[in-house]
């Protein structure tokens, strides 16, 4: 079975330039989740989807970070314009999105964001 | 605001110890916790998840207890073997929207 896909892996821009990534979560999971770590640090939530309906983005910064889960199977995260400090790993997780108390979470293998 | 907590941040060890990794987290109203393992420059693996009505898990060397009362998990690694050198993390499921917070995690070494 496929596991979680992102891409790119790895993406290097100036500061001020638009960046987008994309993930396509495991075949059958309706819950996806994007997540930003910065170095020496545990994930942080950015934005859970349940299907294609956003159902927890208070950790979004909205003003510059916007995402889509179109057809509810895989999504884009977009940041525009991006800024030195949004240098990091973004990841992305599935779930099934069967249980109200919380799926156990699968995640792709990230992409690293260099701003310069 | 759940936290959740790891130390020490780092650990490293003899090949064939058994060792336990500690983690701990200050609201005790989870749904479940699970750990996780990360190798360098790639995403988190899941190792083992426990519901909040269970006291622990086993996959293979690998056993982690739920102790929710009090706030704790360990994570218990039989055996241990140069593959196992990575960093662990635990994260707790909390909230309406069962959002998982994470600790910071724990690099472990096994040195051959």
């Known amino acids: 079975e496929a596991g979680v896909v992102q891409s790119p892996r790895y993406k290097i821009i100036e500061k001020k330039q638009p960046v987008a990534f994309w993930c396509n979560p495991i075949s059958g999971h309706n819950t996806l989740y994007w997540y930003r770590q910065n170095l020496g640090q545990g994930p942080e939530l950015l934005i859970r989807?349940?299907?294609?309906?956003?159902?927890?983005d208070s950790q979004l910064p909205k003003d510059r970070f916007s995402a889509e889960r179109l057809k509810g199977v895989d999504s884009t995260l977009k940041i525009q314009p991006a800024e030195l400090g949004d240098s990091a790993v973004y990841l992305c997780?599935?779930?099934?999105?069967?249980?109200?108390?919380?799926?156990?979470?699968?995640f792709g293998p990230g992409t690293r964001l260099t701003v310069l | 605001k759940q936290e959740v907590t790891q130390i020490p941040a780092a650990l490293s060890v003899p090949e064939g110890e058994n060792l336990v990794l500690n983690c701990s987290f200050t609201d005790s109203a989870i749904y479940n916790l699970q750990w996780f393992r990360q190798d360098p420059g790639k995403g988190l693996t899941s190792l083992l998840l426990?519901?909040?009505?269970?006291r622990e898990q086993t996959s293979g060397r690998l056993n982690a207890s739920l102790d929710k009362s009090s706030g704790r998990s360990t994570l218990y690694i039989a055996a241990s073997q140069p593959g196992d050198s990575a960093t662990y993390l635990c994260?707790?499921?909390?909230?309406?929207?069962?959002?998982?917070?994470f600790g910071k995690g724990i690099t472990l070494s096994v040195r051959p």
């Open positions: 994260a707790v499921s909390t909230g309406a929207n069962s959002k998982l917070t």
């Open positions: 989807y349940e299907n294609e309906e956003a159902v927890d």
């Open positions: 997780a599935s779930s099934l999105g069967q249980s109200d108390r919380g799926d156990e979470q699968f």
């Open positions: 426990i519901q909040s009505s269970q």
